[in-house]
């Protein structure tokens, strides 16, 4: 079955340089989230779109910004970067059910960010 | 704001002991509870998963009980096995009025199951 397809895997960038991140949902999925895991941390939430509108917001620095396309592909640019800002960037895509069914989210192999 | 207790941070069995992981959630809006395992450097992935209209789960090795009262769940691992070892998450999820689900991540349990 289809995953959920990050891209790039891997990326290093240098302090104050621009990155972006590609994210192609499970097909039929509506429902895109982005998440910063740091080593050793649990996934910190940054972000998630649903049909093509923000649908939550959580520790995404001003610096940062995504969106979602009409093909339901998501990216994430980050700007200005940081040496903190080195993490693996979790792509999820789910679909979106009833309100009481639960939206089982299925992640993405991730993009490795270093910042030298 | 909302957050998911998890615990312990770490945990060690020896091969074929049960493993309990314990997580307390404060949004009673919480009805959706999955659990990924997280091996090193890959994603996590979905091993269980519970509503709130149920009390307990089971998928062979692994099972998953719900205290909506006391917002607390818990999961079970059975007969534990080398590869059973890796970072497991807990979630408690919400849904926002968008119809999407908001999810909040327990801080993680790293189990190491002994040979």
Partial sequence: AA??????????KEKRETATLKCYPIPRHDTVYWYQQGPGQDPQFL???????????GSIPDRFSAQQFSDYHSEL???????????????ASSLRQGRNSGNTIYFGEGSWLTVV | ????????STLSVQEGDSAVIKCTYSDSASNYFPWYK????????????????VGEKKDQRIAVTLNKTAKHFSLHITE??????????????APLVSGTYKYIFGTGTRLKVLA
């Fill in chain 2, 80 to 93: 534990t096995q080398p590869e059973d070892s890796a970072v497991y998450f807990c979630a408690a999820t």
């Fill in chain 2, 38 to 53: 997280q091996e090193l450097g890959k994603r996590p992935q979905l091993i269980i998963d519970i509503r709130s209209n």
């Fill in chain 2, 1 to 8: 704001g909302e957050n998911v207790e998890q615990h312990p």
């Fill in chain 1, 47 to 57: 972000i998630s779109f649903y049909e093509k509108m923000q649908s939550d917001k």
């Fill in chain 1, 77 to 91: 640019n980050m700007s200005s970067l940081e040496l903190g800002d080195s993490a693996l960037y979790f792509c």
């Fill in chain 1, 3 to 12: 995953g959920v397809i990050q891209s790039p895997r891997h990326l290093i």
